[in-house]
């Protein structure tokens, strides 16, 4: 590269010459930094337009003299720290991303179950007289598999009883959950061989699945896809409100519990989608209402969970604005979510504080919308959070989201109270709200996928249309079909019964005790407690026995529940034939009256029937501000239950209100000793209900001895002191200091009759 010599002139006028030397170096494009000699470096007529533009400093605006070309070192070097191209980022490299990245956690704890289970099954075969080799690893296991291995390995699953640790497995019942593993080993072969499974293989393996099914009696019909409308919800809904069979921490969970199955049923999402929903994820405005009249109160969120490997990544909105008249308040997404909102006063406006200052605010200067901001440290609250006892006291986690497997329970509770046959589950919202979508005529086939989250609606043909068809016999003999009675013989609600059981009889539990099992893992259980008797120092003894304990607790427990889901399922085809014979012959008593008192005996507080009494009312009058201040109520009303404590989950089974047909039933060793134990209600009415020295009204409260709250049963009594006064340290009623909440507990059972 040839330069010019140009003459340069320095502050005083006179004139150098610069040195020839070339500015660039050709190897690395980088500028040669000045020798030893302080040799200035020229400026070349071919130096890049960006070099150029730096080096042309701007005069001083003080002084304005211009730089000193002694800078043009430092100038570089900002010009090459600007405009420097980044090194290759070796501490990244595509192996230290985890191949399930961005998966399901439940579809990674599915995958790393047969992972384990696969080296497992490696382990076995290993230890066999002249073992292979290729056992001593399971991928290079994987990499040899034949056929055949893996048929054998299929068949191992199916016997497993026990995990590693020594836990129960849950076991195979349905075809679909051995297709499962099948799918998840198929991904795990893919993975270690880096080659998908030869058709060949995969065909054979299906082939003695198919046997293996057959041989093991696996039920191959999938669950029904029974789908919930919204005639099903709102009495639920009510139930969950009203009833006092099941009690909770905070009456706030009741609030939120009624507000996810809202949210379920109009927006037609997975359970994590709406448990994931935090106050940022809310959009609350007012709206132009475009027919005349006064703002329209609007409710938008988009959920982020979303399965990616579905296809679709893209995030949904939903708008919900307030229908005034609406189906019932206990199912009006604007009451319940507002309820939270004021309860934790999350609006950002400090006079934005009840129902009465929303109504007033209006549209000002022909806009559409007025936002009604959240608060930004709110943003991270979740509108499902977490409530846990700490200290002795309920308190709502709210950057904490409720767990999936808690929702599933709540749900499951309530199901049996309200009568439903079967379970009431989150993806039944997916069932009816889809199939709704697709006879709507309002929703296309590619707005309905995009809604559910589908790539192509082979996933909605195959799992979300529902299989029991109606309306056949009219369209054949054209006819229009009764659309009413279509949803009325499809819905879950059919099947309701309230008088369903959910407890087991003594009878029932003494058939329990009778099975040869349990029999046989209880008389082990004697033999190692006479053993023990005799070596009562041998610690590997000891061991034998807790865990003998503990295995016949869990098979007592596991009969039961199979004992009460069949005496459920055969309800209603027992009862018919008693109804059926009451109603004909008059030869069957109704026990509804017994029932009824059953249900009386839990006693409803104040705040509950306030709650109540406001979410269940109608319209009365046609007027806008009637039913604005009906609403109002409600939502008064729900702000003030949301801390209430309730006290807590009930334990154990309801009173009986007479004695079983079958109480003359002898019962083993084990129970008998338990049912002397359990009389706790009985001892405390006949110990305090004579001189009512704790409680103001002896006849029909009970109250605590510790700070005099009152409750109307025993049960009331016992949750409130587990949960508040387990850490005191004295018994204010005795005026008596103890060391240890053991000792506080043996006193309130021993003095007061407390059992806790």
């Not at 809310?282 to 703002?295: A, E, I, M, R, V």
């Not at 000792?743 to 407390?754: E, F, M, Q, T």
């Amino acid at each position: 590269m040839h330069c010019r010599r140009r003459p340069n002139v320095n502050n005083h006028g006179v004139t150098s010459e610069s040195s020839c030397t070339s500015p660039i170096d050709t190897d690395n494009d980088r500028p040669f930094e000045p020798d030893s000699s302080g040799t200035d470096l020229t400026e070349p007529e071919c130096s890049s337009p960006a070099a150029q533009k730096i080096n042309r400093k701007k005069s001083s605006p003080s002084t304005g003299t211009q730089p000193s070309e002694a800078d043009s070192p430092g100038v570089e070097r900002i010009h090459r720290a600007r405009y420097q191209v980044p090194d290759d980022d070796t501490d990244e490299d595509l192996a230290q991303v985890p191949e399930d990245y961005g998966r399901s956690n439940d579809t990674k704890k599915l995958k790393h179950r047969l992972k384990e289970r696969w080296a497992w099954f490696c382990q076995v075969k290993a230890r066999e007289p002249s073992a292979d080799l290729k056992w001593g690893n399971a991928e290079d296991a994987l990499r040899e598999a034949s056929p055949n291995d893996m048929h054998r390995f299929l068949n191992w699953c199916l016997k497993l009883e026990y995990s590693p640790d020594g836990r129960r497995q849950k076991g195979y019942k349905k075809a679909s959950a051995l297709d499962a593993d099948w799918k998840y080993f198929r991904i795990y072969y893919t993975r270690v061989t880096k080659h998908e499974m030869s058709k060949e293989m995969g065909e054979a393996v299906r082939t003695g699945m198919r046997y293996l099914i057959d041989k093991r009696g696996l039920e191959k019909q999938p669950r029904a896809n029974v789908p919930v409308y919204i005639e099903d919800m709102v009495p639920f809904n009510e139930t969950i409100l009203s009833t006092r069979e099941k009690r909770f921490y905070l009456g706030f969970q009741r609030i939120i519990l009624c507000l996810y199955n809202t949210i379920g049923l109009f927006t037609i999402n997975r359970k994590h989608a709406i448990l994931d929903l935090q106050f940022k994820h809310l959009q609350l405005s007012l709206q132009q209402d475009p027919h005349g009249g006064p703002p329209v109160l609007t409710i938008e969120f988009q959920p982020e969970f979303v399965k990616s490997v579905l296809g679709m990544s893209k995030l949904n909105t939903f708008t919900l604005p307030e229908v005034v008249y609406g189906v019932s308040l206990v199912f009006s997404p604007h009451v319940l979510l507002l309820i939270i909102l004021f309860y934790v006063q999350a609006f950002e406006a400090p006079h934005l504080t009840s129902m009465e200052d929303l109504r007033r605010l209006l549209i000002e200067g022909g806009r559409q919308e007025m936002p009604l901001p959240l608060k930004k440290d709110m943003d991270n609250y979740y509108v499902f959070p977490r409530v846990q006892v700490i200290d002795g006291q309920p308190c709502i986690l709210w950057e904490t989201p409720m767990s999936g497997s808690a929702l599933d329970a709540q749900l499951r509770t309530f199901s049996e109270i309200h009568g439903f046959l079967n379970h009431f589950f989150s993806h039944q919202f997916r069932y009816g709200g889809g199939n709704l979508l697709d006879k709507s005529g309002f929703v296309s086939e590619a707005q309905r996928n995009v809604i559910m989250n589908h790539a192509t609606s082979s996933t909605f043909i195959k799992h979300y249309r529902p299989r029991r068809h109606t309306g056949l016999q009219e369209i054949m003999c054209g006819l229009n079909p009764d659309e009413e009675f279509s949803r009325a013989v499809t819905r879950m609600s059919r099947w309701i019964d309230r008088r369903r059981p959910r407890y087991l009889s003594d009878s029932d539990r003494a058939s329990v005790e009778k099975d040869p099992e349990l029999q046989s893992a209880m008389r082990w259980q004697y033999e190692l407690e006479s053993q023990c008797g005799d070596r009562p120092h041998d610690p590997a003894l000891r061991a034998m026995l807790e865990d003998q304990k503990r295995q016949v607790h869990n098979l007592r427990r596991r009969l039961q529940d199979k004992r009460r889901k069949e005496i459920r399922r055969d309800f209603s085809r027992k009862q018919a034939v008693t109804d059926i014979e009451r109603q004909l012959t008059g030869g069957a008593v109704s026990d509804d009256p017994a029932r009824e008192v059953l249900r009386k005996e839990f006693a409803m507080p104040s705040e509950q029937i306030l709650l109540v009494e406001t979410f269940f009312t109608w319209p009365i009058t046609d007027s806008l501000e009637d039913e604005w201040t009906r609403r109002n109520k409600a939502v008064a009303a729900g702000i003030k239950y949301c801390g209430f404590q309730e006290g807590g989950p009930l334990r154990g089974r309801p009173k009986r209100s007479a004695r079983c047909d079958n109480d003359d039933v002898v019962l083993p060793p084990s129970t008998r000793k338990k049912k002397t134990k359990t009389q706790p209600t009985a001892l405390w009415e006949k110990e305090h209900t004579s001189g009512g020295k704790h409680i103001p009204n002896a006849e029909q409260t009970f109250g605590c001895f510790q700070c005099s709250k009152t409750y109307s049963d025993y049960n009331g009594v016992k949750r409130h002191f587990r949960t508040s006064h387990l850490k005191d340290r004295k018994c204010d009623f005795c005026n008596l200091s103890v060391l240890h909440e053991m000792h506080l507990r043996r006193h309130a059972g021993d003095v007061h009759g407390l059992r806790t």
